[in-house]
């Protein structure tokens, strides 16, 4: 069952990146759905980030205080950001803001008979509704993750030099010295996996909506479910692989 | 010509269409008629190829329907138009996008051409002023209207029309038949029409073809429709004229 609903995905995720290289190219759609997502979940994505950095350095700082390091606390707060919890709640916000869309989207679209439409008008559906979102969401992820980092680690001063009082200079001096750019081009990785796997999913669980209204609301809820459960098993691989 | 061989269709245990057969001319109007929930939609969907038949096929000038590789359909299906029952346009775009989008998908065409062919697809549905909205403020005669306008604007030699008059009053009724007539003389075109309305099938329609019971049970012209053996096809007729209309 899972094997079989795993190996549809691995289906669309075929068909759609194919159709991205097969004319027309929908240049205008690749944009209107970057800004889409980006619109979505900017500010989320922002505010997400902030805590999460913020959070981190308030727990890490005062253990790192009690072996007297707590100068470490920017690098390590950017290094699980960069790694880890970057790409992985980026995801797992668009995952929840913008999967969710593109299923209801597109299953609304299925149920309306707007989709036998495009056929009908001899437009490839996968090409029009689906290939932009794959490129779109493998392109604009890993964007997003980059603010997300960027807030993180700005959260994670206002902590730590303000509020526990580290040393500026110091805190900047570690996060050069420990963090590489490996560390970021991996994170990166990660998200622009978890972009495909989004709108992979978003796509083909509105793309197969049957049954009317409460039929999308299904096919909604199911691309958030399944689309988180894969992001943090796809995070458990990407990481295993990569360090 | 189109031919329809014994196609059969069932969802789950519902037999829907039981071996339809039928033959359609080129350049003629064919209604087929039928009770709501008959099958007809389901009958019109096979001929674009948007439902696969269990059984059966459909021949287009001798070439099957029913399993065209994917680019092969895409082909057949620029011939064809088709206005859906419930009008499927786009509600992401407004009536103008709606209208151009096929101009914009196959021909290379200025913005000023698609401009002046949107305006005249609209007054041809007796629309005007409405270029701007959006489907969801249009009452369901209108979008079917624009529908209607959508599936004729890259002229196709054969339309498909799913009730193309329910839910519209007399006068404009009236207009979208002759309409319907006046794009399939133009063309030479070939129109197959699913309808409840009687009086109109009656006076535009060079065939009908009643389907009953997932099987066409009766095909001809007008006048033989109206005298013919079978009760049903005659009931049928009947029920949907005014009284006293055969005098
Ligand atoms: N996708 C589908 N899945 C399951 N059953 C379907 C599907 N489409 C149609 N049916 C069934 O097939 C039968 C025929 O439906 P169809 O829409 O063709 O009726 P119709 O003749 O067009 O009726 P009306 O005149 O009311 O439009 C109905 O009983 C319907 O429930
Ligand atoms: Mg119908």
Redesign the interface.
């Known amino acids: 069952m899972v094997l079989v609903e795993f190996g549809g995905f691995i289906v669309t995720m075929v068909q759609g990146i194919r159709a991205l290289f097969i004319r027309?190219f929908r240049i205008n759609l690749i944009f209107k759905e970057a800004e889409t997502i980006g619109v979505n979940s900017t500010f989320i994505i922002l505010l997400t980030g902030l805590f999460t950095g913020a959070v981190l350095a308030l727990q890490s700082g005062k253990a790192f205080r009690l072996f007297n390091a707590e100068g470490v606390t920017g690098a390590v707060v950017a290094l699980s950001l960069f790694r880890e919890l970057g790409p992985v709640m980026t995801g797992l916000m668009i995952a929840a803001r913008s999967g969710s869309s593109m299923a209801a989207?597109i299953g609304?679209?299925r149920v309306?008979?707007?989709i036998?439409?495009l056929?009908?008008?001899?437009?490839?559906p996968v090409s029009y509704l689906i290939a932009p979102r794959i490129i779109a969401a493998f392109v604009m992820v890993p964007l997003l993750s980059i603010i997300f980092d960027m807030m993180g680690i700005f959260g994670s001063y206002l902590v730590g030099v303000g509020m526990l009082e580290i040393n500026e200079a110091t805190f900047f001096e570690k996060i050069e010295a420990y963090v590489k750019t490996e560390d970021m081009w991996d994170g990166l990785i990660k998200a622009a996996a978890f972009g495909i796997i989004i709108a992979v999913v978003g796509c083909r669980k509105g793309f197969l909506t049957e049954g009317g209204a409460e039929g999308v609301g299904r096919a909604t809820t199911q691309a958030v479910v399944i689309a988180s459960v894969t992001i943090l098993i796809a995070d458990y691989f990407l990481t295993a692989m990569m360090f | 010509m189109l031919e329809i061989r014994n196609l059969k269709k069932s969802f789950g245990t519902q037999r829907v269409l039981k071996g339809v057969n039928l033959k359609i001319k080129n350049g003629e109007i064919t209604v087929i008629i039928g009770s709501s929930g008959c099958g007809k939609s389901v009958l019109l969907r096979h001929l674009i190829g948007l439902m696969k038949p269990d059984e059966g096929q459909i021949l287009l000038d001798g070439m099957d329907l029913t399993n065209l590789p994917k680019e092969e359909l895409k082909r057949v299906r620029m011939r064809f138009g088709m206005l859906f029952q419930d009008a499927a346009l786009f509600d992401s775009m407004n009536v103008y996008e709606n209208i151009a989008f096929p101009l914009r998908e196959h021909r290379r065409v200025s913005e000023k051409e698609i401009s002046e062919a949107v305006k005249q697809r609209l007054q041809e549905v007796g629309m005007k002023n409405v270029e701007r909205k959006l489907p969801s403020e249009l009452s369901g005669g209108m979008r079917k209207r624009v529908g209607l306008a959508r599936a004729l604007v890259l002229n196709p030699e054969i339309v498909l029309y799913d009730e193309p008059t329910t839910g519209l009053d007399p006068i404009t009724s009236r207009a979208i038949d002759d309409l319907i007539v006046q794009t399939q003389q133009n063309i030479q075109g070939t129109s197959i029409i699913i309808s409840h309305d009687i009086r109109a099938t009656l006076r535009i329609a060079n065939t009908i073809a009643m389907l009953h019971d997932g099987a066409i049970v009766a095909v001809g012209s007008p006048e033989e429709m109206m005298n013919h053996e079978n009760a049903i096809v005659r009931d049928f007729l009947d029920y949907g004229l005014p009284k006293n209309f055969r005098a």
């Open positions: 027309p989207q609304t679209m309306t008979q707007q036998d439409a056929e009908v008008m001899a437009v490839d």
